[in-house]
T-cell receptor, first 116, second 111 residues
Framework: SAVISQKPSRDICQRGTSLTIQCQVD?????MFWYRQQPGQSLTLIAT?????????ESGFVIDKFPISRPNLTFSTLTVSNMSPEDSSIYLC?????????????FGPGTRLTVT | SQELEQSPQSLIVQEGKNLTINCTSS?????LYWYKQKYGEGLIFLMM?????EEKSHEKITAKLDEKKQQSSLHITASQPSHAGIYLC???????????FGKGTMLLVSP
């Protein structure tokens, strides 16, 4: 299975600033995803990031607020821009990995963001 | 849109007891994932089910997908404190790779 790391693991930021979260995978994957988990809530998909194309955003999420880069098949970044306390969440990247039998999705350890 | 209903929302069991968590979908499931999450951390992949009637096991955890592919259950045998956490089911939406998640079941195992 794919091994995923994220940086930073946690951060406390002031409102109005931006934070870029990095996601690194130990193997080449086509599809990467960014999710948000607000306090006490389940996961919500922010966007799908495929290498070589623009990210596809879900309803309620826009590129100006959550710009995403996908420069190669093992790396992606998510920026949370102009942060407000409502952006306080755990941000998780995930990848779809082919096991030889089926596709499976694996998640990174998450980035816990607190906006003050 | 696809919705996943998990039950129960929370569960406290005595160590050594068996338990079952359910995940019900409003639509046919193209793929059903089970994950475990420790508080404030990432998701640990447990199992993925695709075929109606499919059953998979890993250590003391067994997951099943019903024949109609609209309900899945996760069964833990002889629970241990290490099983404590939040269990999330996630479903592939309309055959695509993006997942919709249930709200999770918080499991506590008392010694």
């Amino acid at each position: 299975s794919a091994v995923i790391s994220q940086k930073p693991s946690r951060d406390i930021c002031q409102r109005g600033t931006s934070l870029t979260i990095q996601c690194q995978v130990d193997s080449q994957v086509t599809m990467m995803f960014w999710y948000r988990q607000q306090p006490g809530q389940s996961l919500t998909l922010i966007a799908t990031a495929n290498q070589g194309s623009e990210a596809t955003y879900e309803s309620g999420f826009v590129i100006d607020k959550f710009p995403i880069s996908r420069p190669n098949l093992t790396f992606s970044t998510l920026t949370v821009s102009n942060m407000s306390p409502e952006d306080s969440s755990i941000y998780l990247c995930s990848v779809e990995d082919w096991t030889g039998i089926s596709y499976e999705q694996y998640f990174g350890p998450g980035t816990r963001l607190t906006v003050t | 849109s696809q919705e996943l209903e998990q039950s129960p929302q929370s569960l406290i069991v005595q160590e050594g007891k068996n338990l079952t968590i359910n995940c019900t979908s409003s639509k046919t499931l193209y793929g059903l994932y089970w994950y475990k999450q420790k508080y404030g951390e990432g998701l640990i992949f447990l199992m993925m089910l695709q075929k109606g009637g499919e059953e998979k096991s890993h250590e003391k955890i067994t997951a099943k997908l019903d024949e109609k592919k609209q309900q899945s259950s996760l069964h833990i045998t002889a629970s241990q404190p290490s099983h404590a956490g939040i269990y999330l089911c996630g479903a592939a939406v309309s055959g695509y790779s993006t997942l919709t998640f249930g709200k999770g079941t918080m499991l506590l195992v008392s010694p």
